[in-house]
């Protein structure tokens, strides 16, 4: 008998070998109807694998993530069939899965256009409707890598002649087509459905190397069904509409230039936005018990050495020699023979200087210390993205040195601040991810379990849902990641509290215990924002720029209708600065709905209209961004309730 255990704990027993089709079938009809693979213990497999074992199954649908994957997996590979019968001669070289898609990479001498998507994607389509049997072969490895020279595809045939000799190769073969591919497949081509785009073109580098040959990308999406390809679609038209890029240009808020990649030269209406947050950001802290410190920028390599960081982050580090540069036309700039320092990309190894200046009761644990320090990290140019992804960023970081028995309090106070930081922002939807022991850990299984349990039980104090990622823990320890999702749903890691016991030890970060012992802290790494630049550039994308009114570069503008309304209009802008308030004056000779138009653009939340009458009547026509009416309201009353909503959300309670 093969036994066989499903997901909900039930089993099932077989008398003798069946398929995962089969499987299916025995539980639901409409179950087999929506199946795609099965899972064996864990791992993904074709239906139709033979199942001659006892083992842990799982039906994979269309519907669930792992469908999903399934789905997207298989468009790539249609996608490669459509391309090849398009446009002969063209090379297929890698096709993998990413977030929300897939994309594949194209060796041709001619560019693709962009019209060629829609007759990509139509002859996908009719393959779709071919419905072409997708079936598994096993080559040997030399044979394959003959073949596909043979054929003229050399890309494919470097990649099989790079795996083990020993190891078979896995080709499958849909309809007349075929490709290696380790799987698994659907069955055919027809079960992927027509919930499938193709999105965009893209150059890449061969193995993503810049020495090697630039091939063609093209990109594309696939859904369960056609509801969610339109969700999908929806959602990447208003993310393009709310691109932070986009509107920081709009806004006039900040911008980059090829000569400091990755580095962002903030104007004042974007400034202020930076300053307003590390404001709200430090009150925060200095209620919730931090210390706040200031640490080297640029530190000598020894510390890094200690700390790991050379030997496994140095790829991602500004490296500079701690010498004085030749000056001389004729000689070269550097020596390259002196000590090397590096410019901080995280503030760790410094906070624990600090901590290690005198020495340290437990009287003195916890011990919070925060630092908005500015790190500098090597990201490559074509990975930086606006404020998402910059070289050069300032984070509201902070390190907690405790006791072990304090860490399920310290966790308990961290994410009790984190939630309301983050409902000050405006996020309500937060998903909390506890990352447990990946394969290769540092330490001992008992520390790992007992550091695990200590967070598991933080976050159920806290009254708060979890997730737990199997095995994406840092090597040293395990860590919390919070998700959240903005106005339009897309989900971003902001947030995160990592658990750490190595860091203590290399730099010998200890404590005088209440029995008078030696041990060292553990220390819990811990951000809230994330770095400013990129929290704002969030901010920006899920207000689509219309920041609240506590953070809007310009809270309130105050236009004129008429010259006979400047001085009452100087007047209004007066009171309303002695009242806190960031206000600009328009007294330019235009016509009030281009003022109105252009302050708009702008995103300024109150333009605050003056005339004739509202300065004999000492009023003002209010009109709020975004909506087309207006209201008129007496001077004081204005003053009052904007300077109101203009007040910071921790020091309105």
């Known amino acids: 008998m093969i036994k066989l255990k499903l997901p909900d704990g039930s089993a099932r027993e077989h008398e003798k070998p069946l398929d995962g089709l089969a499987f299916a079938e025995s539980i639901a009809k409409s179950l087999a109807k929506k199946a795609v693979a099965i899972k064996l ?18 039906v994979v649908t269309r519907e669930t993530p792992d469908g999903v994957d399934l789905l997207r997996h298989d468009a790539s590979h249609v996608m490669a069939e459509a391309v090849q019968e398009l446009f002969p001669g063209t ?8 977030e929300n898609g897939f994309y594949y990479d194209f060796a041709r001498a001619e560019p693709f256009k962009a019209e060629d998507l829609e007759k990509i994607e139509q002859r996908m389509r009719e393959i779709v409707d071919r419905d072409e049997k997708i079936t598994r072969e096993v080559w040997d490895r030399d044979e394959a890598v003959e073949y596909f020279r043979k054929i003229g595809e050399i890309y494919k045939a470097e990649i099989i002649a790079s795996i083990p000799g020993d ?20 069955p055919s081509t027809g079960k992927l459905g027509k919930a499938f785009k193709l999105t965009k073109l893209a150059g890449a580098y061969w193995r993503g190397d810049s020495r090697n040959e630039m ?21 990447v038209e208003e993310a393009e509409k709310r691109d932070h890029r986009k509107i920081g240009q709009e806004m006039d808020l900040y911008h980059f230039q090829p000569e400091a990649q990755g580095s962002v030269f903030w104007h004042p209406k974007g400034f202020v936005i930076y300053n307003q947050l590390e404001a709200y950001i430090r009150r925060r802290l200095n209620a919730s018990g931090y210390k706040e410190v200031k640490t080297p920028q640029l530190m000598a390599s020894k510390f890094w050495e200690q700390s790991g960081h050379w030997g496994k982050y140095r790829e991602n580090m500004f490296v500079v020699p701690d010498e004085i540069p030749n000056t ?25 200087q600090i901590f290690n200046q005198g020495i340290k009761s437990y009287r003195d644990l916890p011990m919070r210390m925060a630092e908005f320090g500015c790190c500098h990290r090597n990201e490559p140019h074509g990975a930086l993205h606006g404020l998402m992804r910059v070289r050069q960023m300032t984070q509201d970081d902070a390190h907690i040195f405790c006791t072990e028995e304090q860490i399920q309090s310290e966790t308990e106070h961290f994410v009790n601040l984190l939630y309301a930081v983050y409902e000050d922002m405006g996020f309500s939807d937060v998903v909390i991810k506890l990352a447990t022991r990946p394969e290769n850990f540092g330490g001992t299984i008992e520390r790992w379990d007992a550091a695990e349990k200590a967070l598991g039980d933080a976050l159920r104090a806290t009254g708060h849902d979890f997730v737990v990622a199997e095995g994406e823990g840092a090597f040293y320890a395990p860590k919390l990641e919070f998700h959240l999702k903005d106005a339009i749903g897309r989900s971003w890691q902001v947030g995160t509290l990592q658990l750490d016991y190595v860091l203590p030890e290399r730099l010998d970060a200890t404590y005088v215990a209440e029995d008078g012992s030696r041990k060292h802290a553990v220390m819990l790494h811990r951000a809230i924002l994330g770095t400013l630049e990129r929290f704002i550039g969030i901010m920006i994308e899920s207000c689509a720029g219309r920041m609240p009114m506590w953070l809007a570069p310009v809270q309130a503008v105050v236009a004129t209708i008429t010259s006979d309304a400047d001085d009452y209009a100087e007047k209004v802008a007066a009171g309303l600065r002695a009242a806190g308030l960031r206000v600009e004056l328009d007294l330019r000779n235009e016509k009030i709905n281009y003022k109105v138009r252009e302050h708009s653009v702008g995103k300024v939340p109150a333009i605050l209209v003056a005339g004739k009458r509202e300065a004999e009547e000492g009023t003002l026509s209010v009109r709020r ?16 309730s904007l300077a109101e909503e203009a007040t910071p959300p921790d020091l309105r309670r």
């Open 625 to 640: 961004l975004g909506s087309q009416d207006q209201k008129t309201m007496p001077l004081g009353d204005v003053v009052k």
């Open 328 to 352: 001389e036309d004729d000689a070269p700039v550097l020596s390259g023979k002196a000590d090397l320092m590096a410019i901080k990309p995280m503030n760790c190894p410094a906070h624990v």
């Open 41 to 58: 213990d864990g791992e993904m497999k074709d239906l139709s694998t033979v199942i001659d074992r006892d083992a842990a199954i799982e």
């Open 167 to 186: 190891e078979p190769v896995s080709v499958y073969r849909q309809g007349n087509w075929l490709d290696l591919c380790r799987g698994p497949h659907l």
């Open 215 to 235: 091939l063609q990308r093209i990109y594309g999406t696939c859904w369960a069904n056609d509801n969610d390809l339109k969700a999908y679609l929806t959602m």
């Open 91 to 98: 090379q297929v070289t890698i096709g993998p899965v990413i």
